[in-house]
């Protein structure tokens, strides 16, 4: 068994004084694909943020063996990891293009990431039809694949997604993870999900975990979840 | 006729200025949402110092480039030792902290170069243009730099990746970090440039206003109203509000009876409250449509 590229362990979070995260312990390994899944309000979102630096915490964070507790964000989103925000953090004044070339803003390779931003499009046929238009005139689903597109743009090792499928039509989510899932086989790009759409994301994962309150509260093969009954029925809804 | 096109030309002259000075205003303010009270304090600084250079033998245009990189490299170090430690402090402390500055700024330039008046020269000379007296070279001149200045930061925030990553920094800072940009050092480089920009419009008004520590207050006043006319959120907005400024306050204090030098002021901030009751963003402030 290979270490793990993320390793999180006794995560507390705090937005001020309140605490939000209790001792979370989390891995993803290399070339895996990870949800964690838990009712609104839960903590997923906070433990995402944790993880790129974006709030106060406490505990220790490894990524591709360095420690990246407490480091500032854009040092952390250097090492490799792309974090699709909830809410998608669209530049909506800046055009599509704009959108992916700030994604790659982090590095040199001017000839390689023309190829990336072709290489996006290729994923996205759609945002190639709207590369000249402004970002903030773009659907809600437009708006994801470009977030996608733009973290995509970092040539990442790991992506943090939360909440993708989130006010997406059926169709449309289908789509994007057809295009996560080949993102991970082809190009290797391991991933942390968040969703609420847990029948949807445990059909995609290898691995699961189960937030309460700030609290994990299970963890396993996301197989051993899914087809178990006890734990659909009582936490996951389905 | 003649009167009026020279009295328009005259007023896009000193618009122009204005206009830098709205400019640099909401440079600051897209990056950290607070006016920069001390904005002309540091053009006048800066002012001084070229003033100094030129004292010390160096041929203008070299006193002048001299000038824009020193202002430059004080407007980064002014964010970082100053502004930085306060900047996720309330707004009430950013307007201390601009006051202070203000404070000081203008008491050290009165205290190392007096505040008696001192002439600035032109490199263009004062004579008429052409022999024509429609507009002195010098005027000419402000609005030849102006613009062009104008035409290169646009390009730099148009078609540079450092311009984009000042933009993204600026628009969002969050969504900026998580692309790796580094929103702190955007944010310095804006106060670089807004002092460099503020610079320009010092050295370019001083022949005309006369070099002395309270040299910019009006100038900013006028600056600031030409940023809230066109909109704080438009770089555009707010150099097309500066030059409507000057137009204006030329055309006002020409041809309304009464007005004269003294009440100009009182016209522009009139249409500052005029335009604010009408359209609170701006006549070119934004609000882009945001679909979900
Ligand atoms: N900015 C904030 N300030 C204070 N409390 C917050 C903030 N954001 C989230 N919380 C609280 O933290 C808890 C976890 O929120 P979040 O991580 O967004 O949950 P999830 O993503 O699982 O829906 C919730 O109780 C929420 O009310
Ligand atoms: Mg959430």
Known sequence: ?238 | MELFLHQVLAGLATGGIYACMALAVVMIYQAIDSLNFAQGEMAMFSTFIAWQLLQWGLPYWAAFFLTIGISFVAGVVIERVVFKPVQNESVLSHVVIFIALFAIINSAAGFIWDFTIKSFPSPFGTRELFGQRLISAHDAGMIGITILMLVLLYLFFRYTRVGLAMRAAAANPESARLAGIRVGWMVALGWGMAAAVGAIAGMLIAPVVFLEPNMMLSILLYGFAGAVVGGLTSPLGAVIGGFSMGVIENLAGTFIPYVGRELKLTIALTLIVAVLTVKPSGLFGRTVETRV
């Open chain 1, 1 to 238: 068994m290979s270490a793990p590229l993320l390793d999180a362990s006794n995560l507390d979070a705090f937005y001020g004084p309140t605490q939000v995260l209790y001792g979370v312990d989390l891995e993803v390994v290399a070339g895996g694909i990870t949800t964690l899944l838990g009712a609104n309000g839960a903590g997923k979102t906070t433990t995402l943020r944790s993880l790129t630096g974006m709030l106060d915490t406490k505990g220790e964070v490894r990524f591709d063996g360095r420690s990246i507790a407490g480091r500032a964000t854009e040092d952390i989103v250097r090492l490799g990891i792309a974090h699709v925000p909830q809410g998608r953090g669209t530049f909506v004044r800046e055009t599509v293009e704009e959108n992916l070339q700030i994604g790659a803003m982090s590095r040199r390779d001017r000839a390689a990431i023309s190829a990336d931003v072709e290489r996006v499009y290729g994923y996205f046929p759609r945002l190639k039809e709207r590369h000249r238009q402004q970002a903030g005139t773009l659907s809600g689903g437009e708006q994801q694949m470009l977030a996608v597109g733009r973290a995509l743009m970092l040539r990442p090792k790991l992506m943090l997604l939360d909440e993708p499928s989130f006010g997406l039509a059926p169709l449309l989510v289908q789509e994007l993870f057809e295009i996560l899932r080949a993102l991970n086989r082809d190009e290797g790009v391991s991933m942390l999900i968040v969703e609420q759409n847990a029948a949807l994301a445990l059909d995609l994962a290898d691995h699961a975990y189960l937030l309460e309150t700030g609290r994990l509260v299970m963890s396993g093969p996301a197989g051993e979840i899914r087809n178990n009954e006890t734990i659909r029925r009582s936490y996951l809804g389905y």
